[in-house]
């Protein structure tokens, strides 16, 4: 019984980094365009933009050529190794696969950001905040999808006391929140062209909505059960 509690743990091991080598090729791969167009990038580089997609902040070349790469490869060994210290890691082996999933979307949204930041710097004229919130969108549209199939942990989902401390309020709001995710990232997806302040204004509106209906969501459900 032991030995079978043990081989259903999460564990980090070769086979793992094996399995994910075209991450490792992305990751290294933002690095070492960092390191070439480095020289190219101008003293100053744009990192922040307004909600009409003007640049409003500037960053060093270091940080331009690096920041995010060196970011991306942290968020990404955060979520490799971070649920080994989770109290409830053996869960995570119930949705392995849509974790997975996570971890390369999230890696692809940064790598994305990055090469748009570096193409913008180099003087390409690029809609940044359509781009942005398209593929904020997409990544929100892709956790959604996956949203059903997570099971109680303190590191990834919906997690209010009520949540973590009922299994099946758990499994009804993340049932729910999926829903409510692809469905608002699907309209986000649709306002991203959209350059006009009162687009941005609905954007961030319905990001707001996706994380305060969840919680309001998981209160009542554990109240009526």
Partial sequence: MKDNLKSNEYRVGWDTLRKEWPIWILLI????????????????????WNFQGEVDDYSSRAFGAFM???????????MLFMPLIDPRRDNYVRFAGA????RWGTVLFMSVLF??????????QINIGMV??????????LIGN?????RPNYFVGIKTPWTLANEQVWEKTHRMSGKLWVGAGILELALAPVQALWGAYLFFGLVLAM??????YSYFIFRKL
């Avoid at 942005?132 to 549209?141: E, N, Q, R, S």
């Fill in 211 to 216: 994380a305060i209906i969840p919680i309001a």
């Fill in 132 to 141: 942005v919130k398209g593929f904020v969108a997409l990544l929100f549209i």
């Fill in 29 to 48: 791969g933002t690095l070492v365009v960092g390191v070439f167009i480095y020289p190219s990038l101008p003293d100053q580089v744009p990192t922040h």
């Fill in 68 to 78: 995010l790469p060196l970011l991306n490869i942290g968020i990404y060994l955060m």
């Fill in 115 to 124: 090469g748009t930041t570096i193409l913008s710097a180099l003087g390409m």
């Fill in 146 to 150: 996956f949203m059903g199939q997570m």
């Fill in 99 to 102: 974790y997975q999933y996570l």
